[in-house]
């Protein structure tokens, strides 16, 4: 039978392309890269200056240059590509936007209308029009994000482990971080801000930490404000996630390398199930960061805002930084300001978002997802995972448990004058918040001794892994926990949930109580030695809040001297790759390990 008049035509395009195919293909690749490059050098510059309008029409003319070179490269690889309804199907995404700015330019170029400024005159909406260098911008971003996810597929090809490439991920989201602050339009009086706290603000941020040695909510701008935003969504899902969706998008899956750190970030359970993983954190995150806004736009009550647009944001910040764990807030008391200390609602909120952040992606995935609660419901004989049991037991447990301590070493102090509803509301909250949060509804500079003794402990032990906080994690301190009493016990083995716990597993949670502890004591022996005037419980509180990435301060963080910020800044960032992580970075690779020695006896106790 023979072939349709279409495939011959399509084979015979085919043989007159390959020979150069691969050529052209190189030649895309690094124009796109350099066009990358210049694109984002624009927005920075649009963005982080103040601009003349020959200058505004100098960046416009490169925003549509930009997008045009776009759409002539998908063009060619269609062209070029040996199977183009195929290549189509796996790339719609960024067909469909390169589509809607052909569609647009061939618009403006029949009838010299901006498609967005029709849509607005059909709306009624005239300003819409004003917003065409912003969606301009936003479209071009958007593609030069996937043509960067492309770049995923070179990874293998990066001669260093994944800790190492955990830890790049950081310094180079912590680097971009530092110059976007340091520009002049980030800041409320339109001078650069010192590289000092430039940095020191972009490592809080990428870390979700929540410590600053500035007013975050008056130094800097709305676009300062952005930054911080994008930072805290970057770091508190990791940057090579961020990576990971959008080559799942581009290139239809990702490579060993890949999968290996996500992985170890967020805890999961084979290789095998770590792009399902992604999705559904992705979709977790979006979903629940969304509701969190809503949430908290319905629940500011009587605060005042300027526009509807900065209620929006006001929500959308404190719902992702409090999702994420991070702390930051757009008031300088934080939650403790005026007006907002007594709206318990949205306090209830935030402290429901900083739960199901700190509870750790695998636990939401085993206790959330369709597939399942289909599998439980037809197979009622499946149970949660002891990891889950583990980390809802645990949390549970410190919640209450530092709610009724706070409630009764504050009582007569910071709780003072409120009711009884009103009080047992900020004592859970301020419970909620030691998980690595850094949101405060009281100051904590009043706090009792007692108090701040007791949340030393909560915050070193921090969220459940897999989660967007810090700490030890709740699971280690479980295991501690379980490993004591099975040797107050004399039991060889640790059962729980009629399961037996590896060794290994005890190793790698004592090895993280043990590393976690010498940092934070070898930190505050520097500290003490930096900044001799400040008193001693609040450099400990400040060191363990900085390593456990939890954002909550005595108010000292201002006043300490360089050298003091510098400890707790490599203190954030230790933190959030982890102790171990670290290690395996820095540490020389084991040869084998697969022998044994004549055991030996060493007397304990």
């Known amino acids: 039978m023979p072939r ?39 927005l920075i510059y649009y963005y982080g200056f103040k601009l003349e309008p020959h200058q505004h029409r100098w960046v416009g003319w490169i925003i549509r240059s930009s997008l045009g070179f776009y759409v002539l490269k998908y063009a060619v690889r269609i062209v070029y590509d040996f199977h183009p309804l195929q290549f189509l199907r796996a790339t719609w995404i960024e067909g469909l936007l390169m589509f809607l700015i052909g569609l647009n330019a061939l618009i403006y170029w029949l009838f010299d209308l901006r498609m967005i400024e029709g849509i607005g005159r059909v709306l009624g909406i005239q300003a819409l029009g004003d917003f065409l260098m912003l969606f301009l911008q936003i479209y071009l971003l958007v593609i ?18 994944p800790p190492k490439l955990l830890l790049l991920s950081f310094l180079l989201l912590i680097g971009a971080g530092t110059g976007l602050l340091c520009l002049p339009e980030m800041t ?41 935003l994008l930072l805290i969504q970057l770091g508190g899902l990791n940057i090579v996630t961020f990576a990971s969706l959008f080559a799942l998008f581009t290139k239809g899956g990702i490579g060993i390398k890949h999968n290996s750190i996500l992985q170890d970030n967020w805890s999961g359970d084979s290789m095998s199930q770590t792009e399902r993983l992604v999705r559904q954190l992705f979709a977790f ?27 929006i944001f006001h929500s959308i910040f404190h719902s992702v930084s409090a999702f994420n764990n991070a702390g930051f807030s757009l008031y300088t008391n934080g939650l403790a300001e005026n007006g907002i200390s007594s709206l318990f609602t949205l306090h209830l909120f935030i402290a429901g978002l900083i739960i199901l952040g700190s509870t750790g992606f695998p636990v939401m995935e085993d206790l959330l997802t369709l597939r399942k609660l289909r599998e439980r419901i037809s197979k009622p004989w499946l149970h949660l995972k002891v990891h889950t049991k583990i980390a809802l037991k645990t949390t549970a447990w410190l919640l209450m448990v530092g709610m009724i301590l706070f409630t009764v070493f504050e009582w007569n102090h910071s709780l003072r004058g409120f009711s009884g509803g009103s009080a047992w509301s900020h004592a859970f909250f ?39 906080g810090g700490g030890i994690k709740t699971t280690t301190f ?39 502890l010498t940092l934070i004591f070898i930190s505050t022996i520097g500290l003490s030695l930096t900044d001799p005037n400040q008193p001693i419980l609040d450099l400990v509180f400040e060191e363990v809040s900085a390593y ?48 044994r020695f004549p055991k030996a006896n060493v007397l304990v106790g």
């Not at 020979?19 to 895309?28: A, F, N, P, Q, T």
């Open 4 to 42: 349709p008049l279409i495939h011959r035509i399509r084979e015979a395009i085919n043989l007159r392309l390959y020979d150069h195919k691969e050529l052209v293909i190189r030649v895309l690749r690094i124009a796109s890269l350099l066009i990358s490059a210049i694109a984002v050098a624009t």
């Open 144 to 161: 030069v994000v996937i043509e960067t996810g492309k770049a995923g597929v070179f990874l293998p090809r990066i001669n260093l482990s």
């Open 188 to 228: 409320q009086s339109g001078v650069s801000a010192p590289l000092s706290d430039a940095l020191f603000t972009s490592i809080s941020a990428s870390c979700v930490t929540g410590l600053s040695t500035v007013d975050v909510s008056t130094y800097f701008s709305f676009k300062g404000h952005l930054i911080i």
């Open 285 to 311: 995150s979006l979903i629940i960061e969304l509701g969190g806004a809503l949430a908290l736009y319905l629940s500011w009550g009587p605060i005042g805002f300027d526009s509807v647009g900065d209620r």
């Open 430 to 468: 301020q419970s909620v918040t030691t998980r690595t949060a850094g949101f405060n509804t009281l100051n904590v500079a009043e706090f009792q001794t007692p108090t701040l003794l007791m949340f030393l402990v909560l915050m070193f032990i921090g969220a459940s892994p897999g989660g967007t």
């Open 478 to 516: 479980a295991l501690i926990l379980m490993s004591a009493w099975a040797i107050i016990r004399n039991q060889e083995r640790i059962e729980i949930y009629r399961s037996t716990l590896p060794f290994e597993l005890l190793h790698k949670a004592f090895a993280v109580f043990l590393f976690s």
């Open 548 to 595: 456990c990435t939890v954002g909550l301060s005595t108010g000292i963080t201002a006043s300490l001297s360089h050298a003091g910020k510098a400890i707790l800044m490599m203190s954030m960032f230790v933190g959030r790759v982890g102790t171990l992580t670290l290690v395996f970075a820095l540490g020389a690779p084991t040869i084998s390990n697969d022998y």
